[in-house]
């Protein structure tokens, strides 16, 4: 399987796409960083510590990181149907739902870990420089980024398997498009805030909710390729 990951990694060229999550990674911190900072000028502090600080950091880096899963999904499945690349990988001596799984294993994998790193460097740039530039009031140490790494990975986990989602939509009519729109529209919906009138979170806390939405999303990458050996290419 890691072989086969492996020679679609590199068929594919996705190795671009790796530049572009750190990228979109010091944008975020950067986006974040200049609201606290532009908040803190007009003395209307937007982050009173470093928990309000990453939960705005962490809104964005799901949703950057679902879409990305979007793009990678029509890249290496959906592209492949549409221009009929697909037909000549299955004529290969290879099980189909191996040559598939292989291809979702990536993006489980690109998501996971994009959404993991980004969100510790993030974590361990705000400590190091908030004694220097003050992005909020409170103190922050190792031991805050110490004690988010359990749910660093829960969410890192429950991100990759409801970008999954997205396929669904695009296999119907091997539509780029609609896969990757229906990952934005994803991501910015598990990622809405909910508010009482005195305080807000996200829908991505509700733990249930992205429990859903990951078992949902591993469901559908299971009904993509359940039948494909049995099943012609259209």
């Known amino acids: 399987m890691f072989r086969l990951m492996k ?27 200049g609201m606290a900072l532009m908040s803190n000028a007009q003395d209307e502090p937007m982050f009173l510590d470093f928990t309000a600080f990453m939960s705005l950091a962490n809104i964005l880096v799901r949703i950057t990181f679902v879409v990305f899963s979007g793009i990678i999904i029509s890249r290496l499945v959906i592209d492949e149907y549409k221009n009929k690349t697909i037909q000549l990988l299955f004529s290969y001596p290879l099980q189909r739902k191996k040559v598939i799984q292989a291809k979702l294993m990536i993006v489980l994998g690109f998501c996971f870990f994009s959404v993991v790193i980004s969100t510790f460097i993030i974590e361990v740039l705000t400590v190091l420089l908030n004694p220097t530039v003050h992005f909020f009031e409170t103190a922050a140490s190792k031991e805050d980024v110490l004690a988010t790494i359990p749910s660093i990975l829960i969410a890192s986990v429950m991100t990759a398997g409801l970008s999954l989602i997205p396929l669904s939509f695009g296999m119907r009519k091997k539509s780029t498009a609609t896969t990757i729109t229906s990952s934005v529209i994803l991501g910015i919906l598990l990622n809405s805030m909910v508010s009482d009138g005195s305080s807000s979170v ?22 993509s390729y359940r039948k494909i050996d049995r099943t012609d290419v259209a």
């Open 202 to 223: 996200s829908m991505f806390q509700f733990i249930g909710v992205p429990i859903v939405f990951c078992l949902l999303g591993l469901a559908v990458a299971y009904l």
């Open 7 to 33: 020679i679609e990694w590199k068929r594919n060229h996705l190795a671009g796409y790796g530049i572009r999550a750190v990228i979109c990674m010091v944008i975020i911190f950067g986006m974040v960083a």
